[in-house]
T-cell receptor, first 111, second 113 residues
Framework: EDQVTQSPEALRLQEGESSSLNCSYTVSGLRGLFWYRQDPGKGPEFLFTLYSAGEEKEKERLKATLTKKESFLHITAPKPEDSATYLCAVSHAGNNRKLIWGLGTSLAVNP | DAMVIQNPRYQVTQFGKPVTLSCSQTLNHNVMYWYQQKSSQAPKLLFHYYDKDFNNEADTPDNFQSRRPNTSFCFLDIRSPGLGDAAMYLC????????????FGPGTRLLVL
């Protein structure tokens, strides 16, 4: 069955404490993996798109990496404003119209 | 800045009273999507338009309809809202389906009394 699993469900960090969020996927023919940030009561904000294993992208304190089975979102020296839910979604060859979404990781960064 | 705009941001309706949510985009994207998202859940795709071609998801209730009068605008009509339809409704756009990135609007929070 095609699915996306994110872990942990929730993560609490101290400001400056680096960590990683995981998105593992089992789909046939990955076409793209997407990371979004979602603040309470708002729509998802696009962060990164990764297309092939070995690809890496960075933006400020965030770095996304991709292997054949999973993606990591590394957060370096997080700040309280990084607190949000981080969503992962994949597009695959089996159904290219519809993304498969994970349930997200809720990140809280304490000052 | 190019963007996806949703109005209103908050909508309160009564049980069974039709409601329309709107979405507009300045990205000039071909595809527009409507999602429903409930608390602590992933977004659920309701349908999408590729240009003028409407694509409904098999599990989308008949109570939900959509219109796309032109490239920039798309509407979500809920004909007879039930209590279970209370949710965040998200509009997204992309240049085409598949591996293209979807860009989301801020969402409309629907409350059904």
């Amino acid at each position: 069955e095609d699915q996306v699993t994110q872990s942990p469900e929730a993560l609490r960090l101290q400001e400056g404490e680096s960590s990683s969020l995981n998105c593992s996927y089992t789909v046939s023919g990955l076409r793209g993996l997407f990371w979004y940030r979602q603040d309470p009561g708002k729509g998802p904000e696009f962060l990164f798109t990764l297309y092939s294993a070995g690809e890496e992208k960075e933006k400020e304190r965030l770095k996304a990496t991709l292997t054949k089975k999973e993606s990591f979102l590394h957060i370096t020296a997080p700040k309280p404003e990084d607190s949000a839910t981080y969503l992962c979604a994949v597009s695959h060859a089996g159904n290219n119209r519809k993304l498969i979404w994970g349930l997200g990781t809720s990140l809280a960064v304490n000052p | 800045d190019a963007m996806v705009i949703q109005n209103p941001r908050y909508q309160v309706t009564q049980f069974g009273k039709p409601v329309t949510l709107s979405c507009s985009q300045t990205l000039n994207h071909n595809v527009m999507y409507w999602y429903q998202q409930k608390s602590s859940q992933a977004p659920k795709l309701l349908f999408h338009y590729y240009d003028k071609d409407f694509n409904n998801e098999a599990d989308t209730p008949d109570n939900f309809q959509s219109r796309r009068p032109n490239t920039s605008f798309c509407f979500l009509d809920i004909r007879s809202p039930g209590l279970g339809d209370a949710a965040m409704y998200l509009c997204a756009t992309s240049t085409r389906t598949g591996q293209e990135t979807q860009y989301f609007g801020p969402g409309t929070r629907l409350l059904v009394l």
